[in-house]
């Protein structure tokens, strides 16, 4: 394992303002980002806007605004879109900066030195929508396999030998079987590949929102090879990208034409790609003609950050395709947040409060139960190695496991307080209270600590209610040498995960 890790969301198109499903890539990035560095590792997280081609330029031209002073606006609200979620992104990249012009340019260059780019003419079909040619055997009564418009095409341009990689692909995927994920995915692209590729056409000549053609700028770039080279424009010494997460729509363009531009450029390939699935909203499409488009600040402002993060995260199998409805949030919300750990802390944090001095209690260690053992074993780790549990499942996205696990801690925490019920050791054995609510509080520490990528503001209000300070807060913390110190003193204690009322959903 290296200690440096790179993560990128696709770079969303400026022709529309976020929605549910653009927060949805950046958060499970955003959490995987938090995650690897919780564990220690150097992390750069990407993100930012593909700015150029014919449907930002349609759209733009639809505004009756200039195409510069339209993407400025559009993208700005990706920005806030970042700011409202608490992305920790280190970097955000506009295609029409001048460093990623630079870059795509260099990029052809490369492809150009390889012998891989040949001038001819396209005859086909396109569609803009999805910025991507169509067979004509792939077009489903008359329109791209997507539902998208397509419309015929017949102009000079300059071509990628993308035939040529078809067996270098599929030697690469053999070699590296956990290269696409989930593994439905792969299945998918090794058979579209296996097809054999055709040659792609990668310059277009009948608009102008682009990147010219280096020695030909009568030719605008193909905003798709201009568009991938961002991860690299922008990787800043962190090439090759770890992971690039996408939805599965964009699956072909990162696992086909990326890993063979990059070979053909002689440049190192990314680590792994990630199709994740597709939202729904109430059972339907979300689109703007139902009117039905989940906009992310309606739903932080609605439900809370930590809890929108957490719902996208943990209602459906990372993969699958997942269905957005207010009751599913709304359950959820109360069943995992609100009645297991939220219960968990009010019910610890008010009995510190009021029968500890507002401080972390003392524990008999001398007389310490079986059960006492087997909530620690549950929630600290021993050894620093093994202290980020889920490492691996987290670089497979299986965060709906990951969080089941703390979830299921909560759960066994609250089952022994209520087995061990302070509130009558508090008559009968007080000494005995105090040490099960000092388990009690260590086992929200380990919690909260592995909560973090997850629900940041939360699981920072549980640590600091239990004085954690910042710096021992990673997961090389979790073992019992970080335990929390009896007779630390503690802030007034504050609920967090309240429950909803019914008419919240
Ligand atoms: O494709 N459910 O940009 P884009 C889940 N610019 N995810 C969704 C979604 C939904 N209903 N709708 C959108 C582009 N997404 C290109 C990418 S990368 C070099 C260029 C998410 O604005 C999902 O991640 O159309 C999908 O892949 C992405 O937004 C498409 O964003």
């Not at 030195?113 to 055997?137: H, K, M, P, V």
């Not at 388990?439 to 909560?451: G, K, P, Q, V």
Request: hydrophobic share 40%; net charge negative; aromatic share 10%.
């Amino acid at each position: 394992m290296t200690n440096r890790y790179y993560i990128t969301t696709p770079i969303y198109y400026v022709n529309d303002k976020p929605h549910l499903g653009h927060a949805y890539t950046s958060v499970a990035c955003d959490a995987i980002a938090r995650y690897m560095r919780l564990d220690g590792r150097e992390v750069k997280f990407l993100t930012g806007t593909d700015e150029h081609g014919q449907k930002v330029e349609k759209s733009a031209k639809n505004a009756g605004i200039p195409p510069q002073a339209f993407v400025d606006e559009v993208s700005e609200h990706f920005r806030e879109m970042g700011q409202v979620l608490q992305l920790t992104n280190d970097d955000f990249i506009r295609t029409t900066e001048v460093r990623h012009r630079d870059a795509a340019q260099a990029m052809w260059k490369r492809l150009e030195a390889a012998g891989d780019i040949y001038l001819g003419s396209y005859a086909g079909w396109y569609a803009t929508r999805d910025e991507a040619f169509y067979q004509e055997s792939e077009l489903v009564d008359g329109k791209a396999p997507t539902g998208a418009e397509v419309e015929w095409v017949e102009e000079p341009s300059y071509f990628f030998r993308l035939s040529k990689y078809t067996q270098p692909l599929l030697d690469f995927y053999a070699a590296n079987p956990d290269f696409i994920l989930p593994e439905s995915r792969r299945n998918e692209v090794l058979s579209f590949v296996k097809g054999g590729l055709k040659d792609l056409s990668i310059s277009r000549t009948t608009f102008e929102w682009g990147v010219p053609v280096p020695g030909d700028s009568k030719h605008i770039m193909y905003v798709w090879l201009d568009a991938l080279t961002n991860y690299f424009t922008a990787s800043d010494g962190f090439w090759p990208a770890d992971l690039h997460m996408v939805g599965k729509d964009i699956l072909r363009f990162h696992a086909v034409y990326w890993p063979a531009f990059l070979m053909s450029a002689k440049m190192e390939l990314p680590k792994r790609i990630f199709a994740h699935g597709w939202w729904t909203i109430e059972g339907e499409k979300m689109s703007k003609s139902i009117g039905n488009v989940v906009a992310p600040a309606h739903l932080v402002e609605k439900y809370g950050l930590d809890q929108t993060r957490y719902f996208l995260l943990r209602e459906v199998p990372f993969g699958s395709d997942g269905n957005f409805s207010r009751r599913a949030m709304f359950d959820r919300i109360n069943a995992d947040l609100a009645n297991n750990i939220g219960n968990l802390a009010q019910r610890t944090l008010s009995m510190l409060a009021k029968n500890c001095g507002e401080a972390v209690p003392m524990r008999d260690d001398s007389k310490l139960l079986e059960q006492d053992k087997v909530l620690m074993d549950l929630v600290q780790v021993t050894d620093v190695e093994g202290a980020a549990k889920a490492r691996d499942q987290m670089e497979r996205c299986k965060f709906a496991e990951v969080i089941g696990a703390v979830l299921s801690m909560a759960s066994a925490a609250n089952e022994y307080i209520d087995r061990e019920a302070p509130w009558t050791l508090k008559k009968t054995d007080p000494a005995r209270m105090h040490t099960v609510l000092y388990h009690l509080a260590e086992a929200i520490r380990c919690i909260a600590i592995m909560l973090q990528p997850f629900t940041p503001d939360a699981a920072s209000k549980l640590l600091d209610q239990l004085a954690v300070p910042q710096d021992r807060r990673m997961f090389c913390h979790l073992t019992p040498e970080f335990a929390l110190v009896p007779g630390t003193a503690l802030p007034k204690p504050e609920g967090v995960f309240p429950r909803l009322m019914a008419d919240a959903a």
